[in-house]
């Protein structure tokens, strides 16, 4: 009886943990984003993403941005920001037109359609 009731326990909790795993994989996407960033209007590390989309470009007040996104001349709209989820390093270069063109931001490598999903949708809904 003993046994039966551990092995009725293990398959539950197994199966727990299973049902976990979606919701863990889908903060995932948009947890990198945290270490760097507010999803408030408050500056981190980097600026804050509250309003981020449709945002014109290296204009959060009170950020200090590289000089290549400090002139913009481009929102943050959904093809920028996958470009830039995927790698801000290259995605700079080609926004700005300038082979040199640096950021602060490491690529971040979510380049995944339905990760990238996630992610806008969690910056949508700020």
């Not at 590289?66 to 996958?82: I, Q, Y």
Request: aromatic share 8%; proline share 4%; with cysteine.
């Amino acid at each position: 009886m003993k046994k039966l009731l551990m092995v009725a326990a293990s398959a539950a909790f197994v199966m727990g943990t299973m049902s976990l795993a979606p919701m863990s994989a889908q903060a995932a996407a948009w947890g990198k984003c945290k270490g760097c960033h507010n999803f408030t209007e408050k500056n981190k590390v980097g600026p804050g993403l509250k309003g981020v989309v449709g945002r014109a470009a290296g204009s959060m007040e009170g950020f200090k941005y590289k000089p290549a996104l400090a002139k913009g001349g481009w929102n943050w709209d959904e093809d920028h920001l996958r470009a830039w989820m995927c790698n801000s390093k290259k995605a700079i270069k080609e926004f700005s037109g300038d082979d040199h063109a640096k950021t602060k931001m490491p690529p971040q490598k979510i380049c995944d359609a339905a990760k990238q999903d996630e992610v806008l949708a969690k910056l949508k809904s700020l």
